[in-house]
């Protein structure tokens, strides 16, 4: 089946400081991906859409000057957390697909703000 | 309220147990419906899609009530391996899914 990669699969940071994370579709081109959070015990929450070569489109809530997104090709993705918080720990997921098919989950990223 | 909700559990079953579990959404907007099952600290995997009519996969049987704006998922003869949390989640258009927190299980011997 589709493959997402996410990378990296766990990182820690200090306060104050940005992280990138990366996703990637291996074997299907995809012109719209998701990016969600998880925190521990709750559910997936969608943060935005990740749309290749146009703005991303983000959830009510989710401040897009601090989650930056860019799909600047049509297999890979970059959310950047910059200015990192303690708050910001949490496990990001991206996924690909859509359509009338299923969606493919990344490994997820486990984010760690010191 | 939440678009999805499904009770947290969890669910403590011994092997070879029939265990259901139900969710409702409250969008009925939504038009798609699926089981996903995510494994502690991975991401989800889809475990099946839910019909109206209903369908089985092997020891699972989903099924949905537009009316009701339910959803089930029942797993019979319950397996070890079957332990992890189970995700429902209702999806409006072909992009936005909407999850519910999801229904911890977990088989002992």
């Known amino acids: 089946g589709a493959v997402v990669s996410q990378h990296p699969s766990w990182v820690i940071c200090k306060s104050g400081t940005s992280v990138k994370i990366e996703c990637r579709s291996l074997d299907f081109q995809a012109t719209t991906m998701f990016w969600y959070r998880q925190f521990p015990k709750q559910s997936l929450m969608l943060m935005a859409t990740s749309n290749e070569g146009s703005k991303a489109t983000y959830e009510q809530g989710v401040e897009k000057d601090k989650f930056l997104i860019n799909h600047a090709s049509l297999t890979l993705s970059t959310l950047t957390v910059t200015s990192a918080h303690p708050e910001d720990s949490s496990f990001y997921i991206c996924s690909a697909g859509g359509g009338a098919s299923e969606q493919y989950f990344g490994p997820g990223t486990r984010l760690t703000v010191t | 309220r939440k678009e999805v909700e499904q009770d947290p559990g969890p669910f403590n079953v011994p092997e070879g147990a029939t265990v259901a579990f139900n969710c409702t959404y409250s969008n009925s907007a939504s038009q798609s419906f699926f089981w996903y099952r995510q494994d502690c600290r991975k991401e989800p995997k889809l475990l099946m899609s839910v019909y109206s009519s209903g369908n089985e996969d092997g020891r699972f049987t989903a099924q949905l009530n537009r009316a009701s704006q339910y959803i089930s998922l029942l797993i019979r003869d319950s397996k070890l391996s079957d332990s992890a949390t189970y995700l429902c989640?209702?999806?409006?258009?072909?992009?936005?899914?909407?999850f519910g927190a999801g229904t911890r299980l977990t088989v002992k011997p």
């Open positions: 989640v209702a999806r409006q258009n072909n992009n936005d899914m909407r």
